[in-house]
């Protein structure tokens, strides 16, 4: 709407500002925390009966930003003020604190239920206060009431009945964080929604409303840590220089319930200490680490701790010295231990002289390592074993290490899944290796129990996403993006949310609680993902994206100074057929997994066909469940991908008028990019594996719109993230 403004608008805009009516460019910056007012005329006029004041006692800076959250969102969605007091004077009083800060709360004697929500939860009660009708939100902590009264707001926010609320809600994992892969001038590492946020030349002078903003939106899904630094990392954060300035976003963070983490380049005591070694055996080198953490806690005194990438894709670590992961992240983890501080130690590892499949890689060097690290160690697992592909089966890795808390690493930006332009709503992605079973303590032992400890009774339990947020307007660059910024908090919190239901809450915030936009726009949502599997990397190939920026197909790129940063490596394809064979015929990449498992994915009868050529290399006439051929089956599967696309565009295209005009054209525009990228991957794929097939594609799909030669010789300048 801001585009198109002309004078006269401006003029209204002026006078509707004086007037105090909210006045809103629908340009996404709003996020999923709108407080538009509650459109469904009986149940606005429900919550105007039972939200009548509130009680909200206690100074904190943690309380005052829940007391401004609650009268920001009640006057939005209420579209009338609610006065605050201090006495419950009549039906409808909103109570909301901890027995310390609130004698009403401890009034209440909320006893063992509030002991169960711990230290981050929180208890949402209709009840019964002086003979009135009210309502609580109690927690344990300042962060839990303000987790809490994020909880109430959405209620009211998705238009949901509060008559007889008894909502007990608590975190099932402990370290909730975000891994911004921002680099110290401002680039992000596969990021596509512009800069990164953390103004470095700016800070610490200067705070940002952004910082503000940003720390609000983590708060309302419950993300409570966040990574500022890129994995692969640069020593110079860790100076004093930049101490500070991390010291400044720490101080802005914390009431919101955030901590900061770093990441902690290995080489950094030669880099910036000017030692000779960063041997983790060398006394000097634990010691400089050492002075380093108490540095750090001087400038931030919770400071979260350390997340390293190390002996991976050419960053230093341990094994430079002869020594193993577990000596390097031992010493760090000494090094934090006196403060409380963790250390999130990747397991992301693969090596280009070792000629083993890379997808083995991670579980050879890290599975003999069990039960050596410390106990302020966590070991960060990416969601499979190669690298945040469309879809992976579960890394081996989970349930194979009960010793060592297992920290799950999910990408919420789209470096595989269409980047910028693509709409991938990533639930049901995440969903799938949570549900995932690795029967590594019989049947029922879900990658989700392993995460969160219950499997192998770890108290400390941690999941992280590689934050799709930069400077763009709307964060996320697509608008759909915040719904995986949205998804990832809301799982970190509660696992057992549905996909489902998590894209009609985040709908309804954002958009609308009307029906007939909630159940469209889902319908989209629930599709996304498999139409991007199923125009990159149908049937369990994985891989083949161009070169170097991931950006648009690559099956054909090979003869690169790595093999496995190659297409050819993953997809195998030859005369015969297609795939990679991880069987016993094979790799044995399969031999990783418990016996179960290894029994499914091991017989090309039983394997579920979305992981068929990850595990088998398959015959071209090799009949599917489908009763189509190997190669026909692969055809349609990638024109479905295609369709599912066009179908969200003309799902999206009846929406025109029931959603506001900018975000609408926004999504309008790029559906359509996204459908031209799909063609690109089909007819780019389809008419490369042609080459090894032999044979026609099906008459009755679409035809190719170019040739493979056209395909091959593109070559797309400055994609963003390299
Ligand atoms: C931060 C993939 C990405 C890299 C990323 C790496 C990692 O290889 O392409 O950009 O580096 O994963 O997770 O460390």
Not at 216 to 245: D, M, P
Not at 261 to 267: H, N, Q, V
């Amino acid at each position: 709407m801001i585009r198109k403004t002309t004078p006269t608008l401006i003029v209204l805009l002026m006078l509707l500002l004086g007037t105090g009516l909210p006045v809103q460019a629908e340009d996404g910056y709003r996020l999923w925390l709108r407080y538009d007012k509650v459109q469904d005329a009986s149940r606005l006029q429900q919550y105007r009966q039972q939200v009548t004041e509130v009680i909200l006692e206690g100074n904190s800076p943690t309380l005052a930003i829940a007391k401004r959250e609650l009268a920001q969102g009640l006057r939005g969605l209420l579209g009338q003020e609610v006065p605050f007091g201090q006495k419950a004077t009549k039906a409808g009083t909103l109570i909301a604190g901890t027995p310390a800060s609130s004698p009403l709360v401890a009034q209440l004697q909320l006893g063992d239920k509030l002991k169960a929500a711990g230290d981050e939860g929180y208890l949402i009660l209709t009840t019964q206060l002086n003979g009135r009708n009210s309502h609580v939100i109690a927690a344990n902590t300042d962060i839990g009431v303000l987790y809490g009264t994020f909880h109430f707001l959405r209620l009211l926010q998705s238009s949901q009945d509060i008559t007889k609320l008894a909502v007990s809600s608590a975190p099932k994992i402990q370290h909730r964080v975000l891994n911004h892969w921002d680099n110290l001038d401002r680039t992000v590492e596969r990021g596509y929604a512009g800069f990164s946020l953390w103004d470095w030349h700016r800070l610490p002078g200067y705070i940002d409303q952004r910082y503000l903003d940003y720390a609000r939106a983590n708060a309302s899904i419950g993300i409570n840590g966040t990574v500022l630094t890129n994995v692969n990392a640069n020593a110079l954060v860790l100076t004093k220089e930049y101490l500070v300035k991390v010291a400044a976003l720490a101080d802005a963070f914390r009431p919101y319930g955030i901590k900061v983490y770093l990441t902690a380049r290995f080489s950094a005591p030669i880099e910036i200490g000017g030692l000779k070694t960063a041997d983790p055996h060398e006394p000097t080198v634990q010691q400089w680490w050492k002075d380093k953490a108490a540095e750090i806690y001087s400038h931030v005194p919770d400071f979260g701790g350390f997340l390293v990438k190390a002996n991976s894709e050419g960053q230093p670590g341990p094994q430079n010295y002869g020594r193993n992961h577990a000596d390097g992240a031992n010493m760090l983890a000494d090094a934090v231990a006196p403060q409380g501080g963790i250390v999130m130690w990747r397991a992301f590892v693969y090596d280009d002289k070792e000629p083993d499949d890379r997808a083995k890689q991670a579980y050879t060097e890290f599975k003999p390592l069990d039960g050596t690290f410390r106990k302020n160690v966590m070991v960060q697992v990416k969601n499979g074993a190669i690298d945040f592909q469309p879809r992976e089966p579960f890394h081996p890795l989970f349930g194979a290490m009960p010793k060592t808390p297992i920290m799950m690493e999910f990408q919420i930006t789209q470096e595989y899944l269409g980047q910028g332009t693509n709409l991938a709503y990533l639930a049901p992605m995440f969903q799938e290796t949570l549900e995932a079973d690795t029967h590594a303590k019989g049947k029922g032992s879900t990658v989700a129990k392993v995460i969160d400890g219950t499997l192998d009774k770890h108290q400390l339990t941690g999941i992280a996403g590689v934050a799709n947020i930069g400077t763009d307007r709307n964060w996320t660059g697509h608008l759909f993006g915040q719904s995986n910024w949205y998804t990832f908090g809301r799982l970190a919190w509660n696992h057992q949310l549905s996909s489902e239901e998590i894209a009609a809450e985040w709908i309804k915030m954002t958009f609308t609680s009307n029906a007939n936009v909630v159940m469209p726009v889902q319908n989209m949502m629930m599709t996304s993902r498999e139409a991007v599997v199923n125009y990159m990397t149908p049937l369990g190939l994985h891989h083949i994206m161009g070169w170097s920026h991931h950006y648009g197909p690559g099956p054909w790129i090979k003869d690169k100074h790595r093999a496995d940063w190659t297409s050819v490596y993953y997809h195998r394809a030859d005369e015969q057929g297609i795939g990679f064979d991880r069987t016993k015929t094979g790799s044995n990449a399969l031999a990783q997994y418990a016996p179960p498992v290894q029994k499914q994915f091991g017989n090309i009868k039983t394997c579920p066909e979305e992981f068929l050529l990850w595990f088998h290399h398959v015959k071209w006439d090799h009949k599917l469940k489908s009763g189509r051929t190997l190669w026909n089956e692969l055809c349609y599967r990638y024109s479905e991908g295609v369709d599912q696309v066009r179908q969200m565009q003309s799902t999206w295209a009846s929406l025109e008028g029931k959603v506001d005009e900018e975000r609408f054209a926004h999504v309008q525009s790029l559906l359509k990019i996204q459908e031209q990228e799909a063609k690109w991957w089909r007819d780019a794929c389809l008419l490369y594996f042609q080459t090894f097939s032999k044979r026609p594609i099906p008459s009755d799909l679409e035809k190719p719109a170019e040739t493979l030669e056209y395909y091959m010789n593109l070559d797309p300048k400055f994609v963003p993230g390299i």
